[in-house]
Every structure is written in C-alpha cells, then in structure tokens.
C-alpha cells in the first residue's frame, strides 16, 4: 500500500511539470467540448434568426415572361435580384457561390400558361449546402403557394368547387417539448464532458507504461521488490486523479458556457447551474476509474509514445459508440441501459437535464458496473505487467 | 552470494551454473547473444527460468522475490531516468519503493552524491543529463538501499575513458567493502582489469568458470583475449 502510494505520488508530482500533459489534462481535454458546443449552439442560434427574420433573396431570370408571378413573389415578401443567364450560366454561378438561389423563367412560360398546360420554372439550388436548400425549400413553398391559387382560380371560372381539388388537409401538431428539443444538442454535451475524463488521463497513461519503457527505466521499476499490482495501482491512480481535475474543470467551463449562451431563444430550457454539476461529477465520477484502467491496460501493450497515441485516441472514440447507438434507436432512460458504462452515464445526466426524476437504484447500478469493469480491466492489466514479455 | 543455476529448454541459457562470491567482482564475459543479460535477467527475477534456480543470499528469487531483491542492486542494460525529476528525487523515488524511511534516503542520496561526483546535478532535471551522468545516476538508484550484492548489466557502454575510470574505481570501492559485484561485458580489457572471477559464457553455457589468471595458466595464452578465443575455439570445435 505503500509502495502504492509512493507510485502515485511520483505519477501525479512528474506530470505536474510535463506540458504536454498539463495540455492535454487542463487546458485542451476539458475545455475543447465547452468551446465547442458554445459554437455551435451560437451558430444555430444565429441561423434560427436568420431564417425566421430575413426576407428570402431570390435571382430571377426572365421575370418579363411571368409578371403575375414576380408580383406574387414581390408581395410575400420576396427580395428579387433580376438577371438575364441562361441555364448554363445560372448553374456555374451556384455552383461557384456567387448566388445561393436563381429562379429561372423560359421563353415557353407565358404561352404555356395561357395554355392552362403546365407552365415551366427552373429552381437552380445546391441541396448540398444546408443553408441554401432550407432557402430552396421556402422559395419551393412560395411557388406551391401560387400555383395553388392559380389552380383554385381556374377550378373557380370553370365552376367546380376548388375544395374538391383538396381532398385532405394535413395539420401539423409538434409535440416536442423545449426541453425535449434541447437533448439532442445536449447529447453532444454529455459526450464531451465522458471526453474531457478520457482526454484528462490519456498522456499520463501512455507516460506512466509506453513511456517508462521507450524511456528505459521500466527494467529498473520491474526489479525492485515491489508488488505489480502495486505499481499498477499507483499508476492508474494518478491517472483517474488527472481525470478528475479534467472533469471538474470541464464542468465549471460548461456552467460559464450555459451561462452565456440564451438556449431559451432557441425554444430550448436546460438548466446546468452549480447544483447540477455537482450531481454530474458525481454521475461520471464511477466512470473516472474505469477509464483509467482502460487507457492504462491498453498502453500497457504498447511499445513506444507513438503507438500509444495511435491506440488511445481510438479508445478516446469508445464512449460515443453506445451514445450514438442510443440516439439512433432514441432509448430513453431503462434501468436495464445502466449496466452499460457510459451510456448509463449519458442517459443519467440527461435525465438530469431534462428535469426527469432519477432512480436512485439507477445511479447505483450504472456507478457499480462502471466500477465492476474497471475492476476487471485492473486485474487484467496487473496480470499483464506480472508477465515477461511486459519487458519488450 | 552462493548463486547456482541451472536452466532448460530456453534456447538462450542452457544449463547454465556459477557462483559469484562476496567480497569479489565476478565478470560475465561472452560476445553479443551469448546469454548474458537473458543470464542477469533470470538472476533478478524479471525472467522466470524453464528450470532451475537462481539464489541471492541464499534465497530463492522465485519463491521469496521481494526479500531476495531486497539485497540485490540492479544495474539494467537500458537504464533510463525520468526525465522531468530532478536526480536526487529518481533515486529518492527507488529508495523509497525499497521502504527506506525519508530521512535514511536522504543521507544516503548526500553520500552516493559525494562518493560518485554527482554533487554538481543532484538537483537537476534528468531531462539534459549526459550518458556518464546517467550512469551516475542510475547505479545511485541500485545502491540507495544499501545492497549486499549488485548486478549490473554492461554499465561502460557509451561511457568515455574517464566515466569508466570512475566507475571502476566505484565497484573496487564496493569490493573493499565485501559486497558481490557481479558484471557482463563484452570487453575484455575490462573485465581482465578489474575482475578477481571471469565466467565466459557462449551460446548459453559456461565455457570457463575461474579466476583471470587460473585461465590463462590453463590456456597458456599470454592474454586474456587469447585465452578467451581459445576457449571459445575449443567448443566451437566440439560443436
């Protein structure tokens, strides 16, 4: 125990003046997730706004040939550039970016529609860029909007009951509650706070094994009368206490962040405050061990920095495999789901987002397999260093 | 030290036996491959042999490692440090996993400082150290606790004319005071220099098992080398 203790205490005291670890644990881990998920909630606020608020801008082409639909246009509020480009020219001007939307009207139209045939328009978008085609789909609208009208008025002159010609009427009713609506923003939230806990372990356990040997001193470690398992232990130790700063850290960032960001604005309530990210830490914390029994066990096999680098930011990709897995199925909350670490973790804190009740046999269940399978990892990686090829 | 060994089906060791005593510096002596660190390795316990047992003091290595190591220094062929502690606390850090209290560990660091000239980068980071200061270093780390018997693996490589001088000077120190200094090489100026035993060891066996000037009586070579490429031609032959 003592020996363990003297592990840890060297660990913890020797990254403490590695930059690349103090990097990694304090700086880059825990706060890469907050930066980035105040980002991207701006950003959709900001395109939220946009939509909404902004009049669509369309380029027309061969306006002279529909003059009812260019007032038509004009009066939902359309903001029309005229141009003269032919279909060629509208295509590579898209494409280049030079214009998000052209409409273009042929020489055909106005005999067409006199005709009462279906007249011709040419709706030239990139489906690619998110932007453009939610422009592309209102522009769609306004269109379907006047040739209905059109449509109802020949109906009417005719002497047929336009209704007819609308056989069902489709009501939209969302039930997606503001919280509701905010989960899966907050998903990405939950991963990077599981993240930020890896992040903060990963170069102290590829320093306390790939290191020890490609620096040469692992045969010198290997020959005192000390236990393995001592060793280990005091290894993986000062690795879940990295995680844990990392944790912390993480979650005081996503408080200022929360605290920043109006997620109100975008229909959206969830309230991490203080209270909330105690309950977190202490949600993740079960999680803190058996991620460093993990990274350690897998650099254990590892012969040099780089390998280790290579296998550990895979393992940095394992918490989002039962995330992801959840939101395409959209589990909710079971207590069967809390023997999977990380994904009991995740639906924890979102339920806590969500205002939900927790059980709190779930909270139990989900920290003791955590601690079951970083239990297991332990052994395993001790069994590992009591054996020869441990030596390289 | 009474160490006798006997080894099996490893490829590397065959049936391998000597014994280095106290008070004396015992040179493991063979070319590249020939066993020795596999030898070494066994010897403090990192390598568990197919068959046959290794004894410090008397103790078994495999059945009571910890005891047995704990009269052991070791000395590897790869003898690293870590780079962002200072060296006073790299051997600090070894003592204190052999349970020497903090108070003994320090004085011991101020002594090996003063007997191995470390005095000038005792408080400096690993990081910059030379190879000499290294070795320095590294050899502190094996004698903080003390040890009755030390094992070390090719300690001169990459050490210059004067780094060897001294480390010379440090194991006939540690002979002068009875311990058992047992050391391979591939040099054999070295070992014919400093050794009282030479143990020369090929393709895994003991080919000579005597003290330097017993072999060249037997050989009746002039020089050590001789008697070693004799010895050497000898099984060579055989084989």
Known sequence: MRALFTVFAKEFMENLRDRRTLMSALLFGPLFGPLLFGLMVSRMLNQNVALSDEPLKLTISGSEYAPGLTRYLEAQGVKLTKANLSENEAQAAVRGGAVPIVLIIPKEYGPRFSAATPAPVLLVADSADSQTRKSADRARIILGGYASSIAQLRLQVRGVNPLLAVPVAVNDVDVATPTGRAVVVLGFMTYFVLFAVLMGGLYLAIDSTAGERERGSLEALLSLPVARSSLVGGKILATCAYMCISLALSLTAFVCVFHFVPLERLGMSANLNTGTALIFFAICLPFVPLGAALMTFVASFTRSYREAQTYLTTVLLVPTLPIAFASIYSLKTRSSLMFIPSLSQHLLMTSVLKDEAVAALDVWVSAAASLAVALVLMVLTARHWRRETMLG | ?239
């Not at chain 2, 160490?3 to 063979?30: C, N, Q």
């Not at chain 2, 480390?167 to 040099?187: E, I, N, P, Q, T």
């Not at chain 2, 050590?224 to 055989?238: H, I, K, N, Y």
């Open chain 2, 1 to 239: 030290m009474n160490l006798s060994k006997r080894f099996g089906a490893i490829e590397a060791v065959r049936d391998l036996s000597f014994t280095a005593r106290d008070g004396e510096i015992t040179g493991l002596l063979g070319a590249n491959g020939a066993g020795k660190s596999t030898c070494l390795r066994m010897l403090y316990g990192v390598l568990t042999p197919d068959s046959g047992r290794a004894c410090i003091d008397g103790i078994d290595i495999r059945g009571e490692t910890s005891k047995a190591r704990a009269h052991l220094g070791v000395l590897p062929h790869a003898a690293g440090l870590y780079g962002n502690l200072t060296a006073r606390e790299n051997i600090h850090y070894f003592g204190s996993l052999h349970g020497i209290d903090g108070g003994r560990s320090r004085s011991r660091i101020t002594e090996l400082a003063r007997v191995l000239g470390m005095e000038s980068f005792i408080d400096r980071r690993a990081k910059s150290f030379s190879q000499g200061q290294r070795i320095k270093v590294a050899l502190a780390r094996a004698l903080v606790h003390d040890p009755g018997n030390i094992v070390l693996d090719e300690p001169t490589n990459g050490l210059d004319v004067m780094a060897i001088r001294n480390l010379r000077d440090m194991l006939l120190a540690l002979k002068a005071r009875g311990r058992c200094v047992l050391f391979s090489s591939h040099v054999m100026q070295e070992v014919a220099a400093l050794c009282d035993r030479v143990v020369i060891i090929g393709h895994g066996k003991v080919l000579a098992d005597a003290t330097v000037q017993s072999i060249r009586d037997q050989s009746g070579a002039a020089s050590l080398e001789e008697a070693f490429l004799q010895v050497l031609g000898e099984t060579e032959g055989v084989n």
